[in-house]
DNA sequence: TAGATTGTTAATCGATTAACAATC
DNA sequence: TAGATTGTTAATCGATTAACAATC
């Protein structure tokens, strides 16, 4: 497989261009060039092409690239057809969200447990699933083996967690806390989402903006 | 103000920063040196000591810096004590848990209005604040003119309400669909979470780490 | 064949890192 | 003063863009 060399910074950029493909594709169109897709995302060809040409030569000159092929293969990369096991913690409204998320489309997760520590919610179902308390994350991880945890709670109570959920198999982690799992666990996959950072970086366009302007 | 000099990956690192100084500052922490941040953060010495000097020499040679001097700094940088007026567009699990982080600390936003199409939850409170239909939006911003829009709905209506809140004077946005406001309107300023594409990326984390071991 | 468009290399650009002189 | 650590420039690295030969 060619995966293994393509850098970090084109990983990220797939999501979107599976994203674009599934709606053209969704439109009837079996077709594209590197230029009208350039256009439509706001990238150049040049790049493009190169993206493209990372896992192979899925174009064919004089023509363009096939939409539903370049779609199915860009799924296969990011293996949205895979079912990993999966477990939520932290059942509030972030993380009922983030669940349905998963539930939304072939993400590549399947979720089979959902925690929390509030015991009032205990057996509540979200998506057909029962919310457990956290007193039963360690049996239920020793009987279903999950590989990815998706993590919806505060930053405080992290570490304990994090070290167990390590110790129990857990390998990925969707992070939604400000917690560094990767300082502590480096051998951890992790893809953080950094709300207040994203709402402070708006806050520096919006009121830089404002200082250009006054 | 130096400010308009740094560079957007320098910024996008700022609200890390910021953290990482509120936390060293609670611990009353008073001085730290590049080097040791350095190991605190993941981050080479020499990085932190470039984006420190972007925006004007804060620290002091054979000294390093002053913990709380370069945490209202960054803040200042960041706006987080403007109180820029905000709107929720989406009261749906996702919406709630997002206008909770916008209230949980000083983010330079001020919420001042919530909408959602869902007659059911009209009147409903949020953080104190009334859900109103959003047939009440244009009204609303007409009398109050925010200026940033949090946007918490699925991409499908995105075209009109785009297009309205420009006209109604809002100027940024918050973007948790996957509609592509900037392509639409050059000019906004826009900040976007895509979470389906954030998880995609874990996906191909998690099993192409799963490849390399079988 | 002529026209279109990719694949791919080379050039450019920008971000990160290394090094060390400046200075507290 | 000596030691520590920044500020700042130069070197390196990697990502993006431009260009054009290959080829459908």
Redesign the pocket.
């Known amino acids: 497989m060619k995966d293994n060399n393509i ?4 990983i990220k ?1 797939l999501p979107r261009y599976y994203r674009f493909l599934e709606n053209l594709k969704n439109n009837g169109i079996s077709r ?6 350039s256009e439509r995302m706001g ?11 990372c896992f ?10 096939n939409v539903p092929e370049l779609y199915n293969k860009i799924g296969e990369i990011l293996c949205v057809n895979s079912e990993q096991k999966t477990i939520l913690i932290g059942a509030g409204n972030l993380g009922k969200a983030v669940a349905s998320k998963i539930f939304q489309r072939r993400s590549g997760f399947n979720l089979i447990g959902i925690f929390d520590k509030n015991e009032a919610i205990s057996g509540k179902m979200i998506h057909g699933i029962p919310v457990r308390h956290i007193n039963y994350l360690e049996n239920f991880c020793r009987d279903n083996s999950p590989v990815c945890a998706v993590i919806c709670i505060p930053s405080n109570d992290m570490k304990e967690l994090t070290d167990l959920l390590c110790k129990l198999g857990i390998r990925s982690f969707w992070n939604f806390s400000n917690y560094d799992i990767s300082m502590a666990h480096p051998e951890a996959l992790v893809e953080s989402v950094h709300l207040t950072d994203s709402l402070m970086t708006l806050s520096y366009l919006t009121s830089s903006e404002e200082a250009q302007r006054g």
Do not use: K, M
Not at 7 to 10: A, N, R
Not at 32 to 37: A, H, T, V
Not at 56 to 65: I, L, N, W
């Open positions: 850098s970090i910074s084109v950029r594209i060039s590197s230029n009208e897709l990238l150049t060809a040049s790049q493009i092409r190169h993206d493209f040409n192979g030569g899925f174009g064919q000159q004089g023509y363009g690239y």
